[in-house]
Every structure is written in structure tokens, then in C-alpha cells.
């Protein structure tokens, strides 16, 4: 089933927010205004936005490091998470986590964390949660290609399968893990086809593809809302910066990783500007109504940053709260 | 109101902690390897799929990482899941969930959420099961900010623990003993908590003060009564949780016997010994009559061979010894 005019829309604006977000984290980090390290996911868009949109709120999703995305489209208050990257004390985890542990519980965030495949067995067991309780919710893992080094993803996919959990995994294939090319991690590139001896339904899609990204999401969360799940998805796509932070990691720089020629074709294959024209050929927004999408994202994440300089930094003699619940 | 009691083992007291909470809470589940067979949790677990069914009792594939993961994601999702680990020593594949992910999750999600999970590890040594099926662990998961540990040495505490572990909002560490599950102990009927950072003294005593967790609290008792015809009058402490430590009740002791001999079933090296005697030295030196003395594991893997075993776990004979040493000489004895 195709999405109709809104959700095309809807999609667009997420990408957008994530978009415009993304970049205006480069200036403050530039200027050691920004500190705590920040993996930009400029150029995955369309996975976070395309997986969420074929979510409710009331679903889990858990993150990486890589996870701003994931936060603002499942719902996340985009001041909350700017205030967070800013470390100040109304962000979205009080200045005690940083960029790379985003939490919203009212909304299904349930977290992210940069042990690569640490919140893997998290979702697991959120999905867990919800089959013991028969409540229909579903679980969604993000991680990215790296993590299929980790044991405990195919630990995860085994007992998921066994034990036809609501879960989703959707593999970012970025081709790289932090400095290291896909082929210098593993034998093969195809990654869906590790859920398949587990007994996963396993798929590949273009994860530069929103529209992709999402009808395949919308029918494994209705197969896992059925009770046959899990499905693993695996979404080819590729960030545009570097590991960390705005160093785009080309070859020649001090980082000296990724060929420019690789880079540039892939700045072809922009999530964004391909919705874009699609939207425009299929006439379902005007690029008036597009620019006034990305004006409209522009001042909101201005006005995120000011919130953000204007929070002040958690309390020093506060250092000792929250180390457990009373 | 009479509170019911009866004479009850252990292990069937944590089998009726489980019980009870399962009732009173749909929340509560158990995961883990082997929770449908008594050769990895003895009769801990007896009855409980018959009564709650699969869905709540889970027995896992071995995959300690993912299913403890799992048991951190069920309670971020609204259940209370214990993740019991039959062999302790298996949970070294889990310390990345109970100390990255657990440990860390309310402190580093600025309290916005919180993980009532239980990691329930069993100690299983002794039997020449050799290094890998014997050790205790605990010193290792009290080191992490943000976990609880504790350490039942009756049947008693080992219900009223383990129901106060599970109702705890924060992960807690649940580490018992094998050799502690056929002991006894009169254990109420009704449900009831063991207050999780609270010690107690299991003997008064002036001389000196034996402060122990888990089997050795037992030990330490029989070492007492082995040295009362002496004239060697032994207080000891049981610790019951381990983190937090209830340093009000180990000062309180050390202060009024002066003496102090810390008996511990882990290792030496960075211990909950060594911890207790730092609290000891940094709050109450000039108090003591005599150095502070450790009886601990040495620090060397455990053996297989009964004759090499014999040598390395401790008995009330070690700790009597001890207390000789640093006691005898100035009573006289």
C-alpha cells in the first residue's frame, strides 16, 4: 500500500528536522561550545524517519550512538535533545548523558548508548515485555554494521526467533564501522542474511529511500503485531560526516578513510533531495510548500539552541543525584 | 497479629519469595538457563511454570549477554525481571549489560527512567568443580555505581531479600550460595522484606568483631562458640547487602570490641574485605586495639582436588585461628 499525501509529507519534514538539526551542531562544535562527542547521522534520514512513521507511540524504540535521528523521529522534543547535546540541565537526560544517550519514555525512546550492540538485548526484552503482556506493542532495534561483530546480536536474533518476539532489527549499513570499510570487517556484505539461518524473515532495502524504508517497516510491524515476528531489515546507506563529530573522515585529511569519489556518489543518492523530487513530480507539495517546511525547521532548531544557551548547566552540587531511584 | 512461622531450607525459602511475588505482581518474571530443571536452580524455581506458565518463566538458550540484556529491556517496559544465572561464574558474559547498560541507566538518563531488574547469581563452589564453577563475584558488581549487591546468609534473609530486591526500583545483584540451600531458618509464612542496606548483628560480643556475608556468617558464629569456653567473647556482624554497606553498624561494632577480623568468601585483592578495612581504618582508627585482619579466599584460582581444596575455602577453623592470633595474646589465653 502506498503512503498517501500526508505521510509523504510527514516523512519530508522529519528528514528535514533531523537534517537542519544535524548541521547546526557543526558551528557550536567548532567553537568547544558543544564538548560531549556527536555522531551525526546527516545522510541516514530516511531510516530513522522512514521506521518510525510505521510506529505508534506507545512502541519502544531503542538507539546507538548514532541516534539523534532516531529520537526526533519517534517523537522527541527536539529542544529536550539540542539542551542534551549542550550537556545543560533541561536536556532530555539533565546534562548527565550527552549526545549519545537520548531518552524519552513517554514517547517509546527508551534509550541509546554507545557500547556497540549494548541496546541490542534491550529491545529484545522490550519486546519480551510486550509478548508476555499480549499488549501489541513492538520493539524497534537500531544499530549500525559494526554491530554485527558483537556476539550478542546473534544471541538476540536466536532468542528472538525462538521465540517469535515483536521485534524489529534494522541494521544502518553505513559501510563503515567508526574508521574501518565493511570489507575490512567481514566476508560478506550482505547483512540481512545473518537473521536467516536464526529462522528471521530478512530483508535488504535502500535506506536512502524513505518510501522503501518505510512499506517495509509498516509490514514487519504488522507481521510482528500479528505475532509473526521478528523481521530483520537491513538499510544500505551511508553518513555523509565522518564517525565523530563534523571531520568527514575523506582520504588526504589526517583521518584519511573514505575516497572523495565514494563520498560525492553518494551525496547523489541524498534521502532528502530524492523525496523532494519525487514530491514535486508526483505534485504532491509545491517547492513553495517544501521551502516553507525547511524555513519552518531552520526556526525551530534556532529557537532549540537558544533554549539551550539560555538552560544553565546541571549544579555542581548535584553531581550525586540520580546514581539510583529512591 | 502472630506471624506464622516454620522451619523452611533456603533454597525453598527463595522458591517462596518467587512464589508470593509472582502472585502479588503480574509484573514479575523469571529468565534464565535452566529454570525448568533443579540440576541448575536446585527447587528455587519448583512449581513456578506449572503455576505462571512459560510466558513468565523463561528458560533461555545459553546466551547470558542477551538474555540479561533482555531482562534489563523487560524492566524498562514495566516488568520487574530477575535474570538468574545458576552459576556465577557465567555472569562475567553479562557484565556488560549489569554494569554498562543496567548500572548506568537511571544516572546517565538524568533519573528519567529506572531499571527494577534482579541479577540473581548462584555460587556454586567446592565439589572439585575447579576455577570456573566456584567463584564469588560479588566484589566485582560492588565496584559499579548504581547496582546494589546483596548477600543472604539465612533462609530467612534469603526470602526477605529476595522480595526486597525485587521490589527495588534500582538493579540489584542477588548472590547466594549453594552451599547455604539445605540450611534452615524459621521463615513467616507471610511475605515480608529484609530492608536492603541494613546489616545485623548475629551475636553480641566485646572482644572482637567479626564482620561476615553469606556462609561465613555461620562460620563465624560456630568459630564464636568455639572460642567462648576461652573466655573470647566474638560479636558478629552479618552485612547481609554488601553495597551499600551499612557502615553504621560495622563502626558501631568495631568501636565498642576495638578489634576487627573481616571474613570474606571472594578473593583478597581490591575485596569487600579490603573495602570494610578501609572504612574501618578511615573512621575509627583510634579505636582499635590491634591491626584489622582479613580471612579471605587467597588470591588464587580455585582448585579441583578435594586435598588442595581442603587449603583454600574457609571454615570457622580459619577464622578461630585468626581471632587467636590477634586476640590470644592480649587476653592471655
Redesign the interface.
Given at each position: 500500500m502506498k503512503p498517501d499525501s500526508n505521510t509523504v509529507i510527514d516523512l519530508y519534514r522529519t528528514m528535514v528536522r533531523i537534517r537542519v538539526c544535524e548541521e547546526s551542531f557543526i558551528a557550536p562544535i567548532l567553537s568547544r561550545e558543544i564538548r560531549c562527542p556527536v555522531h551525526l547521522c546527516t545522510g541516514q534520514e530516511a531510516v530513522a524517519a522512514g521506521v518510525c512513521a510505521a510506529l505508534e507511540k506507545e512502541d519502544?524504540i531503542?538507539g546507538n550512538h548514532r541516534s539523534h535521528g532516531h529520537f526526533l523521529a519517534k517523537g522527541g522534543k527536539m529542544h529536550e535533545m539540542v539542551a542534551e547535546v549542550f550537556c545543560r540541565e533541561t536536556?532530555?537526560?539533565?546534562?548527565?548523558?550527552g549526545s549519545m544517550?537520548l531518552?524519552?519514555?513517554s514517547i517509546g525512546m527508551?534509550?541509546s548508548?554507545p557500547?556497540v550492540a549494548?541496546?541490542?538485548?534491550?529491545?529484545?526484552?522490550?519486546?519480551?515485555?510486550?509478548?508476555?503482556?499480549n499488549d501489541g506493542?513492538v520493539?524497534v532495534s537500531f544499530f549500525g554494521d559494526g554491530a554485527t561483530g558483537e556476539?550478542?546480536l546473534c544471541?538476540?536474533l536466536?532468542?528472538a526467533a525462538?521465540?517469535k518476539l515483536p521485534i524489529l532489527f534494522v541494521c544502518e549499513n553505513n559501510l563503515y564501522s567508526t574508521h574501518l570499510p565493511i570489507d575490512e570487517i567481514r566476508v560478506s556484505r550482505k547483512i540481512f542474511e545473518l537473521g536467516i539461518p536464526f529462522g528471521e524473515q530478512s530483508h535488504r532495502v535502500d535506506g536512502n529511500d524513505v518510501l522503501e524504508v518505510h512499506g517495509a517497516a509498516r509490514k514487519a510491524v504488522d507481521l510482528c503485531r500479528k505475532g509473526r515476528g521478528p523481521v530483520f531489515l537491513e538499510c544500505m546507506t551511508y553518513r555523509m560526516h565522518g564517525h565523530v563529530g563534523p571531520d568527514d573522515n575523506i582520504q588526504g585529511s589526517h583521518t584519511d578513510i573514505r575516497p572523495p569519489a565514494e563520498i560525492e556518489k553518494w551525496r547523489r543518492k541524498d534521502p532528502i533531495k530524492r523525496i523532494e523530487r519525487h514530491i514535486l513530480k508526483k505534485r504532491i507539495a509545491s517547492l513553495r510548500e517544501l521551502k516553507e517546511i525547511q524555513a519552518q525547521a531552520e526556526n525551530e532548531v534556532l529557537e532549540a539552541q537558544d533554549f539551550a544557551r539560555n538552560s544553565s548547566f546541571p549544579k555542581k552540587e548535584e553531581l550525586s543525584?540520580?546514581?539510583?531511584?529512591n | 497479629m502472630s506471624i506464622k512461622t516454620r522451619r523452611l531450607t533456603y533454597s525453598l525459602a527463595i522458591n517462596e519469595a518467587l512464589t508470593q511475588m509472582m502472585e502479588r505482581d503480574p509484573s514479575v518474571?523469571l529468565?534464565g538457563q535452566g529454570v525448568k530443571s533443579p540440576w541448575y536452580v536446585g527447587n528455587t524455581a519448583q512449581g513456578l511454570i506449572k503455576k505462571f506458565g512459560e510466558?513468565?518463566v523463561?528458560d533461555?538458550?545459553v546466551?547470558e549477554?542477551?538474555?540479561?540484556?533482555?531482562?534489563?529491556?523487560?524492566?524498562?517496559?514495566?516488568?520487574r525481571?530477575i535474570a538468574v544465572h545458576p552459576r556465577m561464574d557465567f555472569m562475567l558474559y553479562a557484565f556488560?549489560?549489569i554494569v554498562?547498560?543496567a548500572a548506568n541507566?537511571?544516572?546517565?538518563?538524568?533519573?528519567?527512567?529506572?531499571v527494577p531488574v534482579v541479577f540473581w547469581g548462584v555460587i556454586n563452589r567446592g565439589g572439585e568443580q575447579a576455577a570456573q564453577h566456584s567463584q564469588a563475584l560479588h566484589a566485582m558488581f560492588s565496584h559499579a555505581?548504581?547496582l546494589?549487591v546483596v548477600m543472604p546468609s539465612t533462609a530467612y534473609d534469603a526470602k526477605g531479600l529476595m522480595v526486597a530486591a525485587i521490589e527495588d526500583?534500582?538493579p540489584v545483584v542477588y548472590v547466594d550460595d549453594r552451599w547455604l540451600y539445605n540450611t534452615e531458618d524459621d521463615v513467616p509464612e507471610e511475605l515480608y522484606s529484609v530492608p536492603i542496606g541494613k546489616g545485623i548483628v548475629r551475636r553480641e560480643g566485646k572482644d572482637v568483631s567479626v564482620i561476615a556475608s553469606s556462609y561465613l556468617v555461620g562460620e563465624a558464629v560456630k568459630a564464636a562458640s568455639t572460642l567462648e569456653p576461652s573466655g573470647i567473647d566474638v560479636e558478629v556482624v552479618d552485612l547481609r547487602t554488601v553495597k551499600p554497606l551499612d557502615v553504621d553498624l560495622i563502626l558501631a561494632s568495631v568501636e565498642k570490641t576495638g578489634r576487627a577480623v573481616i571474613v570474606d568468601p571472594g578473593w583478597k585483592m581490591c575485596g569487600l574485605a579490603a573495602e570494610i578495612s578501609a572504612v574501618i581504618s578511615e573512621n575509627s582508627i583510634g579505636c582499635l586495639k590491634s591491626p584489622i585482619r582479613r580471612v579471605t579466599l587467597p588470591d588464587i584460582p580455585a582448585p579441583a582436588s578435594r586435598s588442595l581444596e581442603e587449603n583454600y575455602y574457609i571454615s570457622s577453623r580459619n577464622i578461630v585461628d585468626t581471632i587467636m592470633q590477634l586476640v590470644g595474646a592480649d587476653l592471655k589465653i
Open positions: 519502544y531503542f536536556g532530555c537526560s539533565r546534562g548527565r548523558g544517550h531518552v524519552d519514555p527508551m534509550g548508548a557500547i549494548g541496546t541490542i538485548p534491550l529491545a529484545l526484552g522490550a519486546a519480551l515485555a510486550a509478548k508476555t503482556r506493542r520493539a556476539g550478542v544471541e538476540s536466536n532468542f525462538l521465540k543525584l540520580y546514581v539510583y531511584k | 518474571i529468565i510466558q513468565r523463561i533461555t538458550p546466551s549477554n542477551a538474555m540479561t540484556g533482555a531482562a534489563i529491556g523487560a524492566s524498562l517496559a514495566g516488568m525481571a556488560d549489560p554498562n547498560e541507566w537511571s544516572y546517565m538518563n538524568g533519573g528519567k527512567v529506572s555505581p548504581g546494589k526500583d534500582n
